[in-house]
Every structure is written in structure tokens, then in C-alpha cells.
């Protein structure tokens, strides 16, 4: 078979292992092909014949080596045609479609219209793709936030200040409440979970009053921020972290300071777990395609690696809830 490979949307720490491991396996009997900057690539042909040679000396870093984008290849049909005539043309069988939520959804929607076989890999730092409990990307983007964290508590801790960390997640809390748990901040703040900012001064300055200094982490897709958006909702990188600072420091009259990581988080070597998991999917996703199984992403779910149609899990994002959220519950539940 002739087998493309992309990576789709926000880089993620583990993607390089999840394509050096599948093209490893696939390589034995099959032709492989990376394709550049995930579905542009397939609209533009930027494609390539590779071997893990190739890749060898990349495959632990973080990033992904052949690129992303977030192209929509549906976006109007006179593209869908394009893809498609590229696919025929290009002789592709199958496409390993790495990546989130818009990534996976055209994977379903080309295999849907039968234009390609499809089989996903999700990944995202954000941990959001609904039918499996981790992405790859997920615990390295944790790891990294809490570390961050946790010098940015050693001068909070010296100056006696308080401090607003404010990390990734558009729709879901995932590494806001990761990272506020292995920090045990005083406050947390999630956009599964309305919180009023009275509240949370109200919590920090008790904290304060205590320790003498105090820690909110907080996920950049909350609600409640009423700053500057784009077109798609989205608050700007730093504007929910800085607001909340601004609020805080205003109503406490304590000095507060806003710490953005940002992509730095996103941007990390991978986790030992992010690099086994990594090597898990592009195993479990090369099984799929040996016994002719498409139209599926690879998932893990209660510690089995398991497959679910693409189709039931694009279009949701998999938000915090059940005994997360009662664990959320359990620190911070009362900030309202
Ligand atoms: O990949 C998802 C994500 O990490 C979001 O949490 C974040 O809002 C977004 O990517 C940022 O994307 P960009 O790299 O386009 O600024």
C-alpha cells in the first residue's frame, strides 16, 4: 500500500516518535510518504517518500519535523475536488491523520466522502479529543507548566507577591487543572467551571494572609474574561493571565504579577509517557491499517489501547467532567 502520513493543527511534544515509529513499522511492506503541513500538504502535493533513516535523528525532539497547518481541505468543494484529484493522482491508500479535532474531523469527512481511508492519532496539548483519555502532547505541556510554575512560586515565595499563571486550553481545563493540582494552587480557574473574580480575590487574599504569598493558574479559555477576542472567540495569548492580574492586584492593593508560558509548554522534549503513548497509537494505528480497518482514530481508554469510528468523536470536545471536575470540586470548588 502506499501510505501518507500528516501531522495537523498545534505541534505537539511526541508527534516526531508517533511518525518515526509508524513509518519504522510500515516501511517493512508498505511505501510510505510524509505529507507537509498536514492537509495543505495533500492540496499543494508537498509530498515526500521517506524512510525512518530519515528521521532518526529527529525523532525525540519536540515539534513536528514535517510540519503543520491548520488547513481545512472541506473548507468550500472546489478544495475537496483539489484533495481529492490530488489523492487519486498521488496513488494514496491510506492517510495517518495526526491530530486534533479539525485534523481528525477531515480525516472523517474524506473517508465519509470516499475520497481516502483515514486512520487518526490524536494528539493535542490541550488533552480536548472526545474517545480517548490522553493526547499526545498532553503530559509533556503539564510537566512543562509545572515547572514553570513552580520557579515562578520561588520569587512569588521571596517578593512575597501573588501570581496569575496563565497556560493553553481553548475549550477545556485539562492542563490548567493538571497543573493547578501539582501545584497546589490556591486557585484554578477552567472554562468548564464559572467562577466569580470576587471570589477568587476573595480566596487569594485569605491565602495570602496565611503564607504571605499566593498562586492562580488559569486556562486562557475561561468565560468570564471580557478582554479583546479574534474572530473565532478566542482571547489573545497573555490578555485572560494579565486581566486577572490587574484584578487581583487592584482589589487586594497586594503587588501581583502574570506569568505567560504560552508555547513554551507546547514547544518541550516529550515525556517518557508522551513517548511511550506516542509509540503506542503509531503501533496500534499500523495494526489498523494490516487488518483493513479505516474511518477509525486510535484511542486509549482506561489503560487499553482501543479504536473508535472518527465520525463519534469530531465535532466535541472531550471537557473536564465526572471525577475530574469533582476533584476540581473538591479544592476550588466554591469560587462562585
Ligand atoms: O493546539 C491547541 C492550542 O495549543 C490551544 O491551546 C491554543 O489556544 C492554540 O493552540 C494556540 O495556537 P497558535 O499556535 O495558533 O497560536
Known amino acids: 500500500m502506499r501510505i501518507g502520513v500528516l501531522t495537523g493543527g498545534g505541534d505537539a511534544p511526541g508527534l516526531n516518535i508517533a511518525v518515526y515509529s509508524f513509518i519504522k513499522l510500515a516501511e517493512r511492506n508498505h511505501e510510505v510518504y510524509v505529507i507537509y503541513h498536514g492537509w ?5 502535493r508537498e509530498v515526500r517518500r521517506i524512510t525512518s533513516l530519515d528521521l532518526v535523528d529527529f525523532a525525540f525532539s519536540g515539534g513536528t519535523y514535517i510540519k503543520t497547518s491548520r488547513t481545512n481541505p472541506f473548507k468550500d468543494e472546489e478544495r475537496a475536488r483539489l484533495l481529492e484529484r490530488n489523492v487519486k493522482e498521488l496513488g494514496l491508500d491510506v492517510v ?29 496539548i490541550d488533552n480536548d479529543v472526545f474517545g480517548t483519555d490522553f493526547t499526545i502532547g498532553f503530559d ?25 499563571v496563565e497556560v ?16 497546589m494552587a490556591d486557585a484554578t480557574l477552567i472554562p468548564e467551571k464559572q467562577v466569580s473574580w470576587d471570589s477568587v480575590v476573595r480566596r487569594v487574599k485569605e491565602a495570602y494572609e496565611k503564607k504571605h504569598w499566593a498562586l492562580v493558574v488559569v486556562s486562557e479559555g475561561i468565560k468570564e474574561y471580557e478582554g479583546p477576542r479574534d474572530e473565532f472567540g478566542h482571547a489573545r495569548l497573555g490578555g485572560v493571565g494579565n486581566e486577572l492580574a490587574d484584578y487581583i ?14 508555547h513554551i509548554i507546547r514547544g518541550v ?29 486510535v484511542a486509549y481508554s482506561n489503560g487499553e489501547l482501543t479504536h ?10 472531550k471537557l473536564v467532567s465526572g471525577y475530574w471536575l469533582r476533584l476540581y470540586e473538591t479544592y476550588w470548588g466554591d469560587l462562585n
Not at 509533556?140 to 512569588?156: D, H, Q, W, Y
Not at 473508535?308 to 470536545?317: D, F, L, R
Open 168 to 183: 493553553m486550553g481553548r475549550e477545556a481545563g485539562w492542563v490548567a487543572l493538571h497543573t493547578g493540582l501539582a501545584t
Open 140 to 164: 509533556s505541556a503539564v510537566n512543562a507548566a509545572v515547572n514553570v510554575t513552580e520557579s515562578f512560586k520561588t520569587t512569588l515565595i521571596s517578593h512575597e507577591r501573588i501570581g496569575v
Open 96 to 124: 495517518v491523520a495526526i491530530g486534533g479535532d479539525d485534523t481528525l474531523g477531515a480525516a472523517g469527512e474524506a473517508q465519509r466522502r470516499g475520497i481516502l481511508n483515514a486512520v487518526g492519532i490524536p494528539k493535542t
Open 249 to 262: 492586584e487592584k482589589a487586594t492593593g497586594i503587588e501581583t504579577r502574570a506569568v505567560i508560558p504560552g
Open 308 to 317: 473508535v469510528p472518527i465520525v463519534e468523536v469530531v465535532g466535541k470536545n
Open 40 to 44: 495543505r500538504g495533500l492540496l499543494e
Open 269 to 297: 522534549s516529550p515525556s517518557a509517557f508522551d513517548r511511550t503513548l506516542a509509540i503506542r497509537y503509531a503501533t496500534a494505528a499500523y495494526e489498523a491499517i494490516e487488518n483493513d480497518r479505516f474511518g477509525i482514530m
